[in-house]
């Protein structure tokens, strides 16, 4: 079993992940996609999950979300096992726990406006909440993530690559979420826009209290956004702790060929 983090903190994590395992049949091999992980999400901190292509990152969030039916194991949030929960309950937890997605293209449906795509959420949770109500806020949310509320009515493909992803944050912020879970967010972006999408997402967490479980392979980015930092190699956690301790003395092979590989770090 992975070692857990431990903060001293009086609260209980706000995300748990105990001992989740999941395995695939591929080419006629059995790949352990996730291998005995463990890690904590604690309020008011942000878990970096840093890892290269392939390690078991994105699967380890598809677990989280329920995405993906794990082999063994079990995930809380707040205290509550979503493994063991209902579809319908797990929907009630969907409004506070959301997901950012890699591709900012490829999650927003193409046929819908910016303003249908943030509004979606809020017209499967929010049926108490009238036409205009629903529309203030998705200029509110607009406004918020930096896009300029009269595009409202335009197709993704009339935004670009760093307006798309910034469509798909509106939408994910839209039910007030406690904890983001956030796939590679940048990854699919020019390097020119990842420092901003960065930086957006910083000020949410500072301005909404917002959680994240932030999931990269791009160490420098990890250590400007995350309080803490697990991270994966082959299905396993084979070092976590806080960030800061982690960057200035990794214990893990692994994690020093990461920190090597850092060209440079992101500066405020």
């Known amino acids: 079993m992975t070692p857990v983090l431990r903060k001293n ?13 999941k395995s695939f049949y ?30 078991g990152k994105s699967t380890l969030a598809k677990i989280i979300l329920r995405l993906e039916k794990p082999d063994e194991g079990e995930v ?15 929907m009630d937890v969907r409004m506070e ?11 927003l449906n193409p046929r819908m ?28 949310l607009m406004e918020l993530v930096g896009l300029d509320p009269n595009f409202s009515q335009r197709l993704p493909h009339e935004f670009s690559g760093g307006q798309r992803q910034r469509i798909a944050i509106a ?27 960065i930086n957006l997402l910083k000020r949410l967490k500072s301005e909404l209290g917002l959680n994240y479980l932030f999931i990269s392979h791009d160490l420098a980015m990890v250590k400007y956004l995350c309080d803490d930092l697990a991270v994966m190699h082959f299905g396993q956690i084979v070092e976590q702790g806080d ?12 994690t020093r060929t990461l920190l090597n590989s850092i060209p440079k770090l992101v500066e405020s």
């Open 9 to 21: 903190m009086s609260s209980s994590p706000l995300l748990s992940v105990r001992d989740v395992r």
């Open 113 to 140: 406006t910016a303003q249908e795509v943030i509004m979606e959420p809020l017209e499967i949770f929010l049926k108490n909440l009238s036409s205009n109500e629903k529309r203030q806020r998705v200029l509110n």
């Open 171 to 197: 939408r994910a912020l839209a039910l007030h979420p406690r904890l983001i879970i956030c796939d590679e967010p940048i990854a699919a972006l020019d390097v020119s826009i990842q420092s901003q999408i």
């Open 243 to 254: 960030s800061e301790s982690i960057y200035e003395n990794p214990r893990h092979v692994y």
């Open 76 to 90: 809380f949030f707040q205290g509550v096992d979503l493994l063991k929960l209902s579809r319908k309950e797990m």
């Open 26 to 55: 591929h080419k006629d091999q059995f790949i352990k996609a996730v291998d005995g992980v463990s890690l904590d999400v604690f309020q008011d901190r942000t878990l970096g999950l840093v890892g290269e292509s392939g390690s």
């Open 97 to 107: 726990l959301q997901m950012i997605f890699q591709d900012p293209y490829g999650s």
